[in-house]
């Protein structure tokens, strides 16, 4: 009999089903303040391997970083640049590497007139910061989310204020820098306060969201085609509220989070189908499977979405998150020590690992840098 009970636990239909519900999170990095903190946005793979990512706080004038950590183990950390406010304050966008292989970022604050730069890291040791543009309030200010390569081979993103209405805009830029062409002037009714990246679609139109604005004010998802025409889809805060996230495609859908609203008002998760319209619910956050979602959805390589919520969970610091279908399923919740406080998007590297960062938490409280296997 304990020749059989062995050999039923060692089968292969039982073990898969023991190590689907394993999860581990390891702590990769605990910003102090001297190398960063409060990061904002999340880490990417460059193409040399190694991860970059910047916080929005610490480093030597507190103003913000840029780092590395490096391949294969990702330790130690490096810092590439301190930003001091001539070269920009408080990145909260994700860095983005573009064909020219050199890096390219925004800045918040700072800059010339205090309303947010555009950046590139020189390629090879990305030391080197060239500033490609200063926002003024006019042409834009405030940038939230990364810049994404164009299929006109220009740098697009969005400002999260400024503009004609105050209110935000759409621009692309030259990847050697020069005056942005702004495409959208956000006026409220058709959105207002975009936070988040764009994505370029396989129609080849953009689409996006913005957190304010619409119908209702609830915030809107759009679709901008490459000349500049924007349609816009309002939220109704039973479908959602407030999205502050960039957009993924899958399957002739475009799924994104956003931060309040759903059922419980915690936060949902939604889809636009491909070529625009009305944002239909998929799955509300409740607090026990986590709740206000800032990042975005990433594909999984087992074919789920996964993400991070900013609040709820068992500690009510944020969680991690597996969405099969029409059901959110929690898979972390973060207690503090190991950060709290995830509001950038996950990256999957092809170990299957998941990474991200923690705004706080963490030994000094200043946030994370995380290693997640499902």
Do not use: C, H
Not at 74 to 92: C, I, K, Y
């Amino acid at each position: 009999m304990i020749l059989t009970s062995l050999a039923v636990l060692a089968s292969p239909f039982v073990l898969p089903l023991q190590q689907a519900f394993a999860a581990t999170l390891t702590t990769v990095v605990n910003f102090n303040g001297a190398n960063g903190a409060a990061p904002s946005a999340g880490v990417f793979a460059g193409s040399d391997g190694n991860l970059y990512g910047t916080t929005s706080a610490g480093g030597s004038q507190n103003k913000g970083t840029a780092f590395k950590l490096t391949g294969p183990t990702f330790s130690p950390l490096t810092t590439l640049v301190n930003f001091t406010g001539t070269n920009g304050t408080n990145p909260v966008a994700r860095l983005f590497q573009a064909s020219d292989g050199n890096l390219y970022g925004a800045t918040f604050l700072g800059g010339a007139n205090n309303s947010g730069t555009l950046f590139k890291l020189q390629k090879t040791t990305f030391t080197t910061l060239t500033n490609l543009w200063n926002f003024n309030g006019a042409n834009g200010a405030n940038p939230a989310g990364r810049l994404i390569s164009g299929s006109d081979g220009s740098l697009w993103g969005t400002t999260s204020a400024g503009g004609v209405n105050s209110k935000g805009t759409v621009f692309k830029i030259p990847l050697t820098g020069g005056v942005p062409t702004i495409l959208v002037n956000f006026n409220g009714t058709n959105g207002a306060t975009p936070l988040a990246r764009l994505q370029l679609a396989t129609d080849k139109n953009y689409y996006g969201t913005a957190s304010a604005g619409g119908a209702s004010n609830k915030g809107v998802a759009f679709k901008l085609t490459p000349a500049g025409a924007i349609t816009s889809y309002s939220f109704s805060g039973a479908n959602g509220q407030s999205p502050q996230s960039g957009l993924t495609e899958d399957a002739g859908f475009l799924y994104g989070t956003t931060f309040v609203g759903g059922a419980s008002n915690k936060g949902s998760i939604f889809k636009v189908p491909l070529g625009g319209g009305t944002p239909v619910l998929v799955a509300s956050f409740n607090g026990s499977n986590g709740a206000n979602p800032t990042a975005a959805l990433t594909k999984g390589k087992d074919g789920n979405f996964y993400g991070a919520t900013s609040t709820g969970g068992a500690n009510n610091k944020g969680g991690i998150y597996r969405l099969t279908g029409g059901t959110i399923t929690l898979l972390f919740s973060f207690s503090g020590t190991d950060g709290a406080t995830p509001q950038s998007t996950l990256i999957q590297l092809a170990n299957g690992s998941f990474y991200g960062t923690t705004s706080t938490g963490g030994a000094s409280g200043k946030g994370t840098v995380f290693k997640f296997i499902p």
